[in-house]
């Protein structure tokens, strides 16, 4: 959800784009994919709040328990947009760890490139991405986390087919949002487990966090074996779902 104030605490540089690349060969094609049945917000600011505010009411820490992100895993921050949470997974995944910070912003990925340079982090990968595919290692993720902006994905059944081929076997896949409607910066529960059904991913957790931070769903990515083809991908009917009742 975008807060009112946003604008007075985001500031965005007009840095020009590193190095960042992809990591992986491009993916399946986004006009493989049928288009949502819904509206998709624009991509306005690469933090929803303030860091103080979020940490305030321990958004990371949170997120990272109900995930079981531990010392040693490998996690995805996709749409990672100021670095907020990738500088603080670093942390939490140790050394021994690896965290891939990918946007597909060049803006968001210079700001990203040098904030982790002057913070040293040397277990941070920043990686540009295409807005339906993420571009990374196969079979190279614990985790992955979509953070406020799995309603800014335009072609979010592309993205969810390629991100699955970047799991290890019975990876988790976490998505932040707001309980809302995509105009208004959020994603109703139903309608997100609807699409992750349609693209092959099984629900296995539902928590509303605390602070106003929004809800934690938590999904296991499909199988190559299991996982829909492209054509095969149904999207779901917003009327029907936006405002359905959803499994807790």
């Known amino acids: 959800m975008i807060r009112p104030w ?7 540089t007009l840095t020009p784009a590193k190095a960042a690349e992809p990591l992986a060969p ?3 094609p986004a006009k493989a994919f049928p288009k949502p049945d819904r509206p998709v917000a624009e991509i306005v600011a690469p933090l929803w709040a303030s860091e103080k505010q979020r940490d305030s009411v321990d958004e990371v820490g949170q997120v990272a328990r109900l995930m079981g992100i531990v010392p040693g895993q490998s996690v995805a921050d996709i749409g990672a947009g ?15 760890g690896r965290i891939y910070a990918e946007d597909v912003t060049p803006r ?3 700001d990203l490139e040098a904030r982790m340079a002057k913070a040293n982090l040397a277990n941070v ?13 196969p079979a190279s993720l614990d ?4 953070v406020h902006m799995y309603h800014e994905i335009a072609q979010p059944f592309g993205l969810l087919h390629n991100l699955a081929a970047a799991m290890k076997p019975g990876g988790s896949v ?30 296995t957790g539902f928590t509303t966090l605390s602070g106003g931070v929004g809800y934690l769903a938590v999904f296991t990515a499909p199988s190559p074996e299991s996982r829909p083809e492209p054509g095969a991908i149904r999207p779901c009917r917003d009327e029907a779902t936006r405002r359905s009742p959803v499994s807790r």
Request: hydrophobic residues 45%; proline residues 12%; glycine residues 10%.
């Open 125 to 137: 990968t920043v990686v540009r991405g295409e807005p339906h595919d993420p571009r990374l290692p």
């Open 143 to 146: 985790a992955a986390l979509l």
């Open 174 to 203: 976490g998505i932040v949002d707001a309980d809302d409607v995509p105009a208004r910066h959020g994603t109703p529960p139903a309608l997100l487990a609807c699409e992750l059904a349609a693209a092959g991913y099984r629900q």
């Open 6 to 12: 946003l604008p007075l605490l985001v500031t965005l």
């Open 108 to 110: 968001y990925l210079a």
């Open 82 to 96: 100021s670095g907020y949470y990738t500088i603080r997974l670093a942390e939490r995944v140790g050394p021994g």
């Open 26 to 28: 491009p993916g399946a």
